[in-house]
């Protein structure tokens, strides 16, 4: 007899549900997210049948209960949500959202519908350990980002002149001179050879001169706190200066061990082959892509998970075409940066590029077209698992030969 099974993810619970050939049900139950519940539920589908021969059909295609469900033996099949939503008109006149619901209609469209659909095949070591990092990075750079931002409306507000010294305020010398010189007052007898010794014991590049930068710290205004309100924000800048030295230090460390691992990955060395891609960028993308071609049958399919791909719909005499939300964001902020940045160093891409913006497209627009065009070449290199050749890109050559 064969089996299919449901599964709705929760935050905190997991609705499974288990249909026959007939799609009849033949069990369903809740566990909870946790190790002995993930456990439980191994556990009592083992009871209809082995792992290999019982297909789950989920909604996404990534987390702890997926993990926990390939490695256990079961072929998991994402379904998309839009999918989901679609087909419950299918099955109830009122189209409500319920979780046992839900785990009911997942395992009846894989019951019906299955050979649409891909299944999942373990990700290897390497990749979830690249995966890992990447992600782990990305979100230490957001966190960067937000305590920067946090430290310059402060300094703005009692220091203006320690953010318009430097460029970058979360940069380490700049992090370094708030330490150094926390308010106005202990910058008061900062002189051009006080500033230089300052520049020189912190290694700064040189691109400016100490004279140059006193001159940004002079004329910057003036904050109108008083003293005792700057000493007490004193205290808060030099905390938020701790935090954002170690997370920069963190995102150092890590963008050094993910540009080893990507170069040591067949897939990482195709993606890092593509213009201006370089390490931690094709990092991104490979991280998303995985090691699995048949993940992605089609470049359609790349496109549309990576959001480059605009949505058409018709009915009757009407027809749309809409930005693509459904996505794996990640992908998409990966694969837009490295298309943005081929544009430096493609005179293809470049062509492409330009023509959008003369169609009337925005910047995001240009580089989602850009993207969509690169997808296609990049889906085959990483299908057939060879290195960009620019001889090989027929448009590219074709417009080289043209100019």
Not at 67 to 77: F, I, R, S, W, Y
Not at 283 to 309: C, K, N, Y
Request: aromatic share 6%.
């Amino acid at each position: 007899m064969t089996l299919t099974v449901g599964v709705d993810w929760g935050n905190e619970a997991h609705a499974i549900c288990v249909l026959d050939e007939r799609g009849e049900i033949i069990d369903r139950f809740e566990t909870k997210h946790t190790r002995e519940g993930l456990a439980r539920m191994l556990r009592r589908l083992a009871k209809r049948g082995e792992p290999g021969e019982l297909p789950v059909a989920v909604e996404r295609p990534s987390g702890l209960l997926i993990d926990t469900l390939v490695e256990a033996g079961h072929p998991v099949v994402p379904i998309h949500p839009n999918v989901v939503k679609a087909s419950r008109p299918r099955y109830a006149a009122v189209n409500r959202k319920s979780d046992p619901g839900d785990a009911y209609l997942l395992a009846d469209l894989l019951r019906t519908d299955g050979h649409r659909f891909h299944r999942l095949r373990p990700l290897s070591d390497e990749i979830k350990a690249l995966r890992a990092l990447v992600r782990g990075r990305d979100d230490l750079v957001a966190e960067r980002v937000a305590l920067a931002n946090q430290l310059r409306a402060l300094l703005e507000s009692y220091w203006p002149g320690a953010v318009a010294i430097f460029a970058d305020i979360d940069s380490p010398i700049a992090l370094a001179f708030v330490k150094r010189y926390p308010t106005p007052n202990s910058a008061a007898r900062l002189g051009e050879k006080r500033l230089a010794s300052f520049m020189a014991r912190h290694a700064y590049c040189g691109r400016r001169s100490p004279k140059e930068l006193l001159d940004r710290l002079r004329s910057a205004p003036t904050g109108l706190a008083s003293d005792t309100e700057a000493e007490a924000k004193r205290h808060v800048a030099l905390a938020l200066v701790a935090a954002l030295e170690t997370v920069v230090a963190s995102i150092r460390t890590l963008s050094s061990e993910i540009e080893h691992a990507v170069a040591q990955l067949p897939a990482g060395k195709v993606v890092m082959s593509f213009p201006r891609a370089g390490r931690i960028n094709a990092a991104q993308i490979v991280a998303e892509l995985g090691d699995d071609p048949g993940r992605f049958p089609t470049e359609a399919s790349l496109a549309a998970q990576a959001g480059v791909a605009p949505v058409t719909y018709a009915s009757g005499k009407r027809r749309g075409v809409g930005f693509r939300w459904a996505a794996n964001k990640r992908l998409r902020a990966a694969i837009t940066a490295w298309a943005a940045n081929s544009r430096f160093s493609s005179p293809w891409a470049k062509d492409i590029y330009a023509r959008a913006r003369k169609r009337g497209c925005d910047h995001p627009h240009a580089v989602r077209i850009l993207a969509r065009a690169w997808i296609r070449v990049l889906w085959r290199c990483w299908k057939d698992g060879v290195a960009y050749d620019p001889r090989r890109h027929g448009a590219a050559s074709r417009l080289a030969q043209a100019v």
